[in-house]
Every structure is written in C-alpha cells, then in structure tokens.
C-alpha cells in the first residue's frame, strides 16, 4: 500500500509539475523555451503567442500520461509502470520531436 501511494504521489506530481509548465508557457508573453540552456529570441519567432500556446500544449498532453499512470496504479500497477516508463522514455523523444516541428512552424 505504501508503494502505490509513493508511486500515485510521484506520477501526480509529474503530472500536475508538467500541467503547470504548459500553462506558464501559455501565460509567457515572450517565447517560452524548451530546456535549460537555450533561450528563445522574440525576432526568431512570427507570432509568440501561438507558438506559446503551442508549447504550452504541447506540455499538457505530456502530462496526461503521468495522470494516466497515477490512476491506473491503484487499479493495474504493471499497466501503469509501463505507461510510466514509456511516457519517460518515448513520451521524452516525442517532447523533442513535437518542439522542433512548432519552433519550425513559427520560426521567423
């Protein structure tokens, strides 16, 4: 019971850290970045409010899948541990693929 609670309490937090991050990126009035390191200039994008919105999105249905597997881990805990590990792992190389395609799609 403690584990399930651990693991609920991880995947939530993932979840709800995500969420928030999609909706700082909506709020931003400049362009929101991707990682840590890299910065975002107003001149290297058409309109930065969609591409915010865009971002901010983006993030939110990341985190849908942390929600998922918090959920499921009361109800089928190796369902949730594989949906937890394919939403770290796939899930990551598609928050990489899915950036470059919108700073591409509004890039100056």
Not at 44 to 57: C, F, L, Q, S
Not at 75 to 91: K, Q, R, S
Request: overall charge positive.
């Amino acid at each position: 019971m403690a584990g399930k609670i651990i693991i609920c309490s991880v995947c939530f937090g993932c979840a709800i850290l995500f969420y928030m991050i999609g909706i700082y990126a909506k709020k931003r009035m400049k362009p929101m970045w991707f990682y840590s390191g890299t910065e975002v200039k107003e001149t290297e994008t058409r309109d930065v409010r969609e591409y915010n919105k865009a971002n901010g999105t983006m993030w939110q249905i990341y985190a849908v899948g942390y929600a998922i597997a918090g959920v499921l881990e009361w109800f089928y805990p190796v369902l949730a541990v594989v949906i937890l590990m394919l939403n770290g792992i796939v899930g990551t190389l598609l928050l990489v693929v899915v950036y470059t395609r919108i700073y591409n799609r509004y890039k100056a």
